[in-house]
């Protein structure tokens, strides 16, 4: 297969475009205001040619047989046109800032990111990478000529604050006493008073480190009941004079008005025929070679090129962007040239995971679900034993490996665990076996080869693979990785920086999952605090993002971590008397800082509820929906009157709404809800009757699993977090759903509820 390394369209073919990642257009309420204007344009815009920094990593793919420009007509640009535009289905004639038709509306005219045509120039993300880059440069050489100048004692206690802070900027800063770091308690006091009701703990984050501490602010009941669908409380209803907390985000705030196509949420959710689902010959995919796919090659499984290309296309754009655990633009031109770097377990393990998430937007890809499963569960059985004798790597091995950890995705969220657990592990124990993580850099570097192409595979799958187990040994317990890639992580955007926070995820859980480590005692909490903190620094050099999927999920991914951090230290009889020294606020603690964490989860569940569907639906956030539910839970029985449980009782009732969304494309999520309504009847939090009727709704929005027989066969994620280290058994979801009729039952010959079982 030859390339065209200088992309060239002049033997009449178009460039390829680079992938990923990929992120929804904001709506009109949150785009920052264009930089640009750019003039009218009645014809096709020409694609610019791509930055070094983007050619490093993309490479064109086959263009020898590629059809001519007579033969494939360039795709209109209408892609371009702005978002009522296209939304109304008008010609645009892509005037900014404000075209004739947005005009002649009296609407707001707004475009979207162009990934496809490069839109935003590139020269603009250089140059904010640039900006941060020259800050933490300029920062360390302060450092270093203040370290240089110090006496020695002074010099000895800088360095020892730099080991607590991870943070040369805020070091520097407490050094020169700036506010940034240090304020005094008598200037956050004045601005507490000011502000909303928090604790000090989290008034000084919010302060410090905007990217993961949003600003709470008041919002009232009626807009989160307003989430929930009719019935789901049980008929509970609050004054709408009550208020909860919600946050301002540092991303962007939530849409607390319908979105254009807000409306259709349950009829895309349900209706097979509705607008987000039409023919998939109208739809443009997030690559061109999608079109010459042939998916016949790749599967058994009856399925129409069309449908294929658009469920890949769905996965690159979502679940892909998360992990990263395929290069994909060596895939894509595997998948359509029949190359190395794609196998018939990988595409059909991707479909089964593609298809599953795809269900949320159209009804008619949930009876491939099952058949792809099967298929990708045959490939896999049929794999070859047999290693490289070199001990590197082969483009095989790399699909294999992929494969694995994509068909263990799949299999956790389909309710096989058994399965998942096998392949996952399959999967880790070849990539450590072919040096691409868990042994040491020297030994790593043993394993590699110089092709240019191997590298950018092997940086993919290495730091995919890791990132992956990253997010998934807590819930699970499973044994954490040592060493991280040795390969450096692909410059994709801001994958390095999403790298670097997943090696201090590791690090925590090499200490906190340690086999031979007592799990009825927490670890030290100056351990606890080091790691807290050097999360802290690595979120104050993450720039704002957007509200999409992944920068939400990124700050979930963080509270989560802290969460775990914190956790073992909650519940101890002398919490309170172990402040955290490295915070000016009195009330820094483990619990406040535990508690802060619950309370930014529950401002992402709120956002991310209020902006699907146009933020799609993604079992990865469930996560969040995991702790805020078990909070809740706990909460409530605390609660010493029942009086003041209006916003506790709110915040699960969210819960439940995003797992009945989520039971559409994943029917392991009927017993994670079956498990938190056992957990929520012991608590008093709803009666048996109400627990009933919420499963019986569930059952229904999801009955397209039923017809298939889709059961889950034992759900093992730990979702009773208290007792996720110490007894992980009964903390499993399957032990905690077995007891869901015995607690309903018993709740109905208690009179509906009022006994209530548990209120420890």
Same mark, same amino acid.
């Given at each position: 297969m030859t390339t065209n390394p200088s992309h060239s369209s002049g033997n009449g073919s178009r460039p390829f475009r680079p992938l990923l990642p990929v992120t929804y257009p904001p709506t009109p309420i949150y785009l920052q205001p264009q930089s640009q204007s750019h003039p009218s344009q009645k014809h096709p815009v020409p694609i610019q040619q791509r930055p070094p920094h983007i050619q490093?990593?993309?490479?064109?793919?086959?263009?020898?047989?590629?059809?001519?420009?007579?033969?494939?007509?360039?795709?209109?640009? +209408?892609?371009? *046109?702005?978002?009522m535009c296209r939304t109304k289905k008008t010609a645009c004639d892509r005037i900014r800032p404000s075209c004739a038709l947005c005009i002649e509306r009296g609407g707001k005219c707004v475009y979207r990111t162009n990934y496809r045509t490069n839109d935003t120039p590139p020269d603009a993300t250089m140059q904010s990478q640039l900006m941060v880059l020259q800050t933490k440069v300029q920062s360390q050489n302060e450092l270093l000529q203040t370290l240089i100048s110090l006496p020695q004692g002074d010099a000895l206690s800088l360095l020892a604050q730099l080991r607590q802070t991870y943070s040369p900027a805020a070091t520097l800063d407490s050094l020169n006493g700036s506010m940034h770091a240090q304020m005094r308690p008598s200037d956050y006091r004045a601005a507490h008073t000011i502000s909303p009701a928090t604790s000090h703990i989290e008034f000084e984050l919010s302060a410090q480190h905007r990217f993961v501490y949003n600003k709470i602010e008041p919002v009232e009941?009626? +807009?989160?009941? *307003?989430?929930?669908?009719?019935?789901?409380?049980?008929?509970?209803?609050?004054?709408?004079?009550?208020?909860?907390?919600?946050?301002?985000?540092?991303?962007?705030?939530?849409?607390?008005?319908?979105?254009?196509?807000?409306?259709?949420l349950s009829n895309s959710s349900s209706n097979p025929k509705s607008p987000d689902s039409t023919s998939t010959s109208a739809l443009s995919y997030v690559d061109d070679r999608l079109h010459r796919l042939d998916i016949a090659y790749w599967t058994s499984v009856p399925i129409a090129n069309s449908m294929a290309a658009t469920v890949l296309s769905y996965y690159l754009e979502n679940d892909h962007s998360l992990y990263n655990i395929f290069d994909p633009d060596l895939f894509l031109d595997s998948l359509v040239e029949r190359g190395a770097y794609c196998s018939s377990f990988l595409v059909n393990a991707i479909l089964f995971v593609g298809c599953q998430a795809y269900t949320a937007k159209d009804r008619s890809a949930a009876p491939l679900v099952h058949l792809f499963f099967t298929q990708a569960e045959i490939l896999w059985r049929g794999r070859s034993q047999s290693l490289s004798l070199d001990l590197v790597a082969t483009p095989a091995d790399f699909s294999l490996i992929c494969g694995c950890e994509i068909l263990a995705m799949g299999s956790y969220f389909y309710g096989r665990d058994t399965l998942a657990h096998e392949a996952l592990s399959e999967g880790r124990r070849r990539a450590q076996f072919l040096g691409l993580l868990g042994i040491t850099p020297d030994e790593q570097a043993k394993h590699h080869r110089a092709d240019p192409k191997w590298v950018r595979m092997a940086s993919h799958v290495a730091w995919g693979v890791y990132s992956w187990l990253s997010a998934h040994c807590f819930y699970y317990n499973s044994e954490p990785i040592q060493y991280p890639p040795a390969l450096p992580p692909s410059s994709i955007t801001e994958f390095p920086s999403i790298c670097q926070f997943w090696t201090i995820t590791q690090e925590v859980a090499v200490v906190y999952l340690a086999a031979d480590r007592d799990r009825t005692q927490p670890p030290p909490l100056a351990f606890a605090e080091e790691k807290y903190q050097k999360l802290l620094a690595w979120s104050d050099v993450q720039p704002p993002r957007d509200v999409t999927l992944q920068a939400l999920l990124l700050q979930c991914w963080f509270h989560c971590t802290v969460i775990h951090i914190f956790r073992p230290f909650v519940d101890t009889d002398d919490v309170e008397s172990k402040p955290l020294g490295s915070f000016a606020a009195a009330d820094g603690s483990p619990a406040t800082v535990f508690d802060a964490s619950v309370q930014q989860l529950k401002h992402l569940v709120y956002t991310y509820l209020s902006n699907v569907p146009r933020i799609p639906l993604s079992g990865f956030f469930n996560a969040a929906f995991v702790h805020v539910g078990h909070a809740m839970v706990k909460d409530y029985s605390k609660l010493k009157s029942k009086e003041n449980s209006d916003q506790i009782r709110l915040y699960f009732y969210l819960c439940m709404r995003a797992w009945a969304d989520l039971y559409v494309c994943f029917p392991t999520i009927a017993e994670f809800t079956q498990a938190f309504l056992s957990m929520a009847m012991e608590a008093g939090i709803v009666t048996g009757a109400e627990a009933q009727s919420n499963m019986a709704r569930l059952k229904h929005k999801g009955r397209h699993h039923a017809d298939k027989g889709n059961k889950p066969k034992g759900v093992t994620s730990l979702i009773q977090l208290d007792l996720s280290l110490s007894n992980p058994e009964e903390a499993s979801v399957t032990s905690l759903a077995r007891r869901f009729n015995e607690l309903a039952t018993f709740s109905e010959l208690t009179n509906g509820g009022d006994y209530i079982v548990g209120d420890s």
């Open positions: 490093s990593h993309f490479t064109t793919a086959n263009t020898q047989n590629a059809p001519t420009l007579t033969q494939r007509r360039r795709r209109d640009t +209408s892609s371009i *046109a702005c978002n009941n009626v +807009s989160i009941q *307003a989430l929930l669908e009719p019935g789901m409380d049980g008929g509970y209803r609050l004054a709408k004079t009550d208020t909860l907390m919600h946050g301002t985000p540092y991303l962007s705030p939530p849409s607390l008005t319908s979105s254009p196509d807000s409306s259709n």
